[in-house]
């Protein structure tokens, strides 16, 4: 099973919520958590690689840049 989970500039919530998402009552060996950094221009990609090498079940991915004249939600 996977966990995904879209990131844009999350810095200040990442800390929390990863240790949440890893510390499920799930068995561990089931299930990985996938973050996925939306281009963010904070410390989160930063924040996501220290936590990624603390957990071999996290994983952080870059996402690709939006076409011209897309916004987010629906690109």
């Known amino acids: 099973m996977s966990i995904i989970v879209p990131a ?10 990863l240790p949440s998402l890893l510390h499920q009552t799930y068995p561990h060996d089931r299930y990985e958590v996938i973050v996925v950094d939306d ?11 220290e936590a990624a090498a603390r957990d071999p079940r996290l994983r952080g991915i870059g996402g690709t840049p939006l076409p011209p004249g897309w916004k987010g939600q629906p690109h």
């Open 39 to 49: 281009q963010s221009t904070d410390a989160t990609p930063q924040i996501l690689a």
């Open 8 to 17: 844009r500039n999350e810095e200040r919530n990442l800390p929390p919520l």
